[in-house]
């Protein structure tokens, strides 16, 4: 699952670059009371942890709309462990709230700590540079970086063999593009097979071609940046509409088809994306 901006809205994705992403959890929506619902250190990953002024954020939103996104949370055995909301969780009970949106399912320990791992690499409050290189690490090691049987492989990987760059970057939901995934793994002593790699064969690109591909990228980046801002500064109805339109997006790309160009919609927020 890939997640919608700001709110922990999940949109559907399928498996990329070969690789099969962390099975989605069985979800029921519930709601629970909140002094029940547990927090783990180890499925926080965020260095600094709550931070104070996206709490206050968040704060100001309950009081307007009159609730937040469901909390994702994981059941292990009795216990109630948050996964994906710490930021959240901490509003409601700040406000003195005794009950909690949810979406709760069964985890073995495994289970949840894989699923936490990323739960904040696509939507919310964005990610330091530490955040990243905390995700990294617990990535590799909990040995995420090769693959597993059970996992839909390409038909020239092995259970146990070093993925590529580009399945990696996609596991990690594109916090670190797969060039840097290469350079960190290297600065590891892991050296990638060169026919994973470059399954065409080698070609290096012009320094020319690799300044246009960054601009690219960078505009790319920065036109994301730009959604963000304005569905934070929409009404809960349009930013609906808004993420629906975003996933109609995602999803024509997923399955190699060229978006159709939105100009307006049917609400009150005009679009030309």
């Known amino acids: 699952m890939v997640r919608g901006v700001g709110q922990g809205l999940a949109v559907p994705a399928g498996p990329a670059g070969g690789q099969q992403v962390t099975k989605e959890p069985r979800w029921k929506s519930q709601e629970l009371e909140t002094a029940d619902v547990r927090q783990k250190p180890e499925f926080q990953n965020r260095v600094k942890g709550i931070d104070g002024k996206h709490v206050q954020t968040l704060t100001r939103q309950l009081e307007k709309d009159g609730r937040l996104a469901p909390i ?67 990535y590799i090691v909990a040995g995420r970086h090769v693959w597993s049987e059970g996992e ?45 790699e470059f399954p065409g064969g080698y070609k290096p690109r012009q320094p020319e071609e690799d300044m246009l591909v960054s601009e690219i990228r960078h505009e790319a980046i920065d036109s994301l940046w730009d959604f963000e801002r304005h569905y934070q500064s929409l009404e809960m109805e349009d930013q609906q509409e808004l993420l629906g339109i975003a996933r109609g997006i995602i999803q024509n790309l997923e399955d190699g088809k060229k978006p159709n160009r939105v100009t307006e919609c049917t609400g009150r927020i005009g679009l030309d994306i």
């Open 72 to 138: 994702e949370v994981a059941k292990i055995g009795k216990a109630l462990y948050v996964v994906e909301g710490f930021h959240r969780l901490e509003v409601y009970k700040a406000t003195g709230r005794k009950t909690i949106d949810a979406k709760v399912a069964q985890m073995t320990l495994s289970e949840a700590k894989d699923w936490a791992l990323l739960a904040n690499t696509t939507h919310g409050k964005n990610l330091s540079q530490a955040d990243k290189a905390s995700i990294f690490q617990r």
């Open 152 to 196: 839909t492989m390409p038909v020239t990987a092995l259970a146990g063999t070093l993925k590529s760059s580009r399945a990696i970057s996609a596991d990690i939901n594109g916090i670190y593009s797969h060039e840097t995934v290469r350079t960190k793994l290297k600065a590891r002593g892991l050296d990638l097979d060169v026919t994973v």
